[in-house]
């Protein structure tokens, strides 16, 4: 057990290592100059020399790397140069906004996808189940931006029920996660109702049915208790891109979390920005993938990480 | 009218004489399974005549879009801005500009179509190609691959496109490579599956023991038994790569040359939504009928039942 999750560390720190190094990288592969950025379409080269100097940029290629190496490791990647501030200090700070989005997005989603998907399972080829079918299709075809916007006009403008923008209230929540909920619980439905398939018309489901076994226990204790892996693999999966910032509908809605951070760091050529924001939610992203991982023996007391079994 | 030459099997009412044995129950087993399928291959034609009529829809008009007498996408005509639909012979009405907004949306249309076909066809390419060796080869070929498919799934994706876009200039070679990076990976999982499947069947042991190279046996006689499935998933692919075309350019990582993308034109029209309903919502509207029309073409595809049965 403790081998296998050292293994696992191993490879996600491994990951994120590669990630980081490769939008190092990018970046300095890259045309444009962080220096015209900072000092400004009018600057004087001597300026921009200075500029470059400050933040190390006029070093070779490999000693850019190595310091960047060391600060990695000390876990301070410098200062953000559109903020004047550190720029990990900066992701923190907008860190719990995108959290408390993902969060409630993927509760919604879990609470709607998972008795929707399970209610279309248990009828099969009939007409409503063929309305749903197609709703589903017509959610996860509705580009998410554009959803935002049409709620944000519908309940923000026309029907003033939640504020447009920002996160000053809670109900500032309410767009932003039913925008990010709809697509998710069409995907999520469409699995559920896959596996619960499968499963409904497994072998021990009809020995159970024939004991006299309940039909709501046939469906949630006996055939969602063995779909229970895929479908938290696939909500925790979906989790952990949500922490990769939700850039779309944060930018809809004027979300103060890691998305629109990062496309303001990508427009002003903020390296030490680009590059705490990238690390930051590729540690989440490996983070969560190897708590599902954990969490698989919970769900199915079969599985047993690794090789030995611990008690 | 009637000729007493009724086949016993057709549907028509004849009189009596009870076609199938009688059984216990008047619906057995077989009826429902009967009925089932019926229901499943109605509702399989349904998706793929309403969604060829979706696709269709959008699609057709796209391609006529320099033949059609429309104004050009980006003339401005300040004294014309912001009309609302069906005014002036304006179809979908005019943007901030003046510009006429069918024929932004259909321009831009041409533009995202291009990108999404071009993409798909090239992550189909490398997800078939990497996919099927992967699967044939086994090995330390199938431990490369299937690595780069986990280092993918665990890398933040819009990100790192946005990063890639926003660095290397939004143009059109670029987004096609960005998106055709994203979505390789479900072809080659895809792929990765159904030839490890394959390769272990007879005619597989057959060509070997004939003599034929690995590459061969491969490329002509394994791929061509999995390429159905996987143009499949392509064709959903492209649905998704309309979509995240979209969102790049929505958020300023789209192409600007020589015509605005959808998500661009969306993005354009925010600012305006109180008061120019139209600049939103049609452009929309149309992405969301033609990725409706291409997921439900898509699905109709899969769940169509198999005409020949597989011969014993």
Not at chain 2, 34 to 44: D, E, F, I, N, S
Not at chain 2, 87 to 106: P, Y
Not at chain 2, 167 to 192: H, K, M, N, Y
Not at chain 2, 194 to 213: D, F, N, Q, T, W
């Amino acid at each position: 057990m403790t081998n296998y999750i050292l293994k696992r560390l191993g490879q996600g720190l491994l990951t994120v290592f590669l990630t980081v190094s490769t939008v190092f990288i990018l970046i300095r592969m890259a045309p444009g100059d962080p220096a015209v950025s900072y000092a400004g379409p009018l600057a004087t080269s001597e300026q921009l020399a200075k500029v470059r100097e400050q933040f190390g940029l006029d070093k070779p290629l490999l000693e850019q790397y190595w310091i960047f190496l060391q600060q990695l490791f000390s876990g301070n990647l410098g200062q953000s140069y559109s903020f004047q501030a550190p720029a990990m200090q900066v992701v923190f700070e907008r860190l719990p906004y995108t959290l408390t989005l993902a969060t409630s997005a993927i509760l919604l989603t879990a609470v709607v996808a998972i008795p929707l998907g399970v209610w279309m399972s248990r009828r099969p080829d009939t007409g409503r189940e063929f309305g749903v079918n197609v709703l589903t299709i017509a959610g996860q075809s509705m580009p998410d931006f554009w959803t935002g916007i049409m709620l944000l006009t519908g309940f923000a403008v026309l029907v003033p029920l939640f504020p447009a923008s920002g996160f000053a209230t809670w109900g500032g929540l309410v767009l932003p996660t039913v925008t990010i909920a709809i697509l998710q619980i069409a995907l999520i439905s469409r699995m559920v109702r896959r596996e619960m398939t499968n499963n409904l018309a497994a072998p021990y489901l009809t020995v159970a049915r024939s004991r006299g076994v309940k039909n709501s226990v046939l469906t949630w204790r006996y055939a969602m208790g063995n779909s229970a892996i895929p479908v938290f693999t696939a909500l925790g999966t979906r989790f952990a891109a949500m922490l990769n910032g939700v850039v779309v509908v944060e930018v809809v809605f004027a979300w103060p979390g890691v998305g629109s951070l990062i496309v303001r760091a990508l427009e002003t050529r903020d390296y030490p920005l680009i590059q705490a924001t990238v690390l930051i939610t590729a540690l989440l992203a490996v983070g969560v993938q190897l708590l599902i991982d954990l969490a698989y023996p919970l769900l199915d007391p079969r599985v047993r990480l690794g090789k030995a079994a611990t008690a | 009218m009637s000729l007493h030459t009724a086949t016993p099997a057709g549907p028509s009412g004849s009189t009596g004489a009870p076609t199938r044995q009688p059984s216990p129950s008047a619906v057995t087993k077989a009826d429902l399974a009967r009925a089932g399928a019926t229901r499943r291959r109605k509702a399989a034609q349904w998706k793929l005549v309403v969604g060829a009529i979706c696709t269709l829809l959008v699609i057709i008009p796209i391609i006529l879009a320099n033949v059609l007498p429309l104004p050009d996408a980006n003339f401005q005509d300040l004294a014309a801005r912001r009309l609302p639909p069906l005014t002036d012979g304006h179809l979908f009405g005019t943007d901030q500009l003046g510009r006429d907004l069918l024929s932004r949306v259909l321009h831009g249309g041409q533009v995202s179509l291009t990108i999404g076909l071009l993409a798909v066809l090239v992550s189909g390419a490398i997800g078939v190609i990497l996919g099927s060796a992967a699967g044939y080869f086994g090995g330390w070929v199938d431990t490369i691959v299937s690595r780069l498919l986990e280092a993918q799934m665990s890398l933040p994706l819009l990100m790192m496109l946005l990063l890639v876009v926003a660095l290397f200039g939004p143009s059109i070679p670029v987004i096609t490579f960005v998106i055709a990076i994203a979505q390789w990976p479900e072809v080659a999982r895809l792929t990765r599956s159904m030839v490890l499947v394959e390769r272990e069947k007879p005619y597989v042991s057959a060509a070997r023991i004939l003599g034929l190279h690995r590459i061969q046996i491969l490329i002509r006689h394994i791929i061509p038994n999995v390429i159905k499935q996987a143009t499949l998933v392509v064709l959903l692919l492209l649905a998704q790569a309309v979509l995240l075309e979209s969102a790049l350019s929505f958020l300023g990582a789209g192409p600007q040359r020589p015509f605005a993308t959808w998500g661009r034109i969306i993005s354009d029209g925010q600012d305006y939504i109180t008061t120019s309903w139209w600049m939103v919502t049609l452009p929309g509207l149309v992405i969301v009928l033609m990725v409706v029309g291409v997921n439900l073409l898509g699905d109709g595809l899969r769940d169509r039942p198999r005409r020949k049965k597989k011969g014993a």
